[in-house]
Nanobody
Framework: QVQLVESGGGLVQTGGSLRLSCATS????????MGWFRQAPGKEREFVAALARSGGASVYADFVNGRFTASEDYAKSTVFLQMNGLKPEDTAVYYCASVQKRRVRLGVWLQHIYDYWGQGTQVTVSS
């Protein structure tokens, strides 16, 4: 059974940083692409970032504006989202998701291409 478990969320003030983790299996990391999405109260879920395949470039939503970095620890079957310069509008539940590599070409920002989703981790940014 596929499992993706997010952690690292919490409460920070404007300008603070958080590092989110998504623990998965070796098989998923080896055979699937990974992405990050978020959903704020009263808003639709939106794309945040997609982890680059080896030799490729990570993809980020425009609102990230250089503040976030996606990365991985392959040996630990874990992907990360480092978030710096957080703003109140970043408050949301953050989800990691996995997609079959053959479907990545459809567009990593599209929610419907992803096969598996984690339960999410809450990020709250206050002033």
């Amino acid at each position: 059974q596929v499992q993706l478990v997010e952690s690292g969320g919490g409460l920070v003030q404007t300008g603070g940083s958080l590092r989110l983790s998504c623990a998965t299996s070796h098989a998923i990391l080896q055979n699937y692409g990974m992405g990050w999405f978020r959903q704020a109260p009263g808003k639709e879920r939106e794309f945040v970032a997609a982890l680059a395949r080896s030799g490729g470039a990570s993809v980020y939503a425009d609102f990230v504006n250089g503040r976030f970095t996606a990365s991985e620890d392959y040996a630990k079957s874990t992907v990360f989202l480092q978030m710096n310069g957080l703003k109140p509008e970043d408050t949301a539940v953050y989800y990691c998701a996995s997609v079959q590599k053959r479907r990545v070409r459809l567009g990593v920002w599209l929610q419907h291409i992803y096969d598996y989703w984690g339960q999410g981790t809450q990020v709250t940014v206050s002033s």
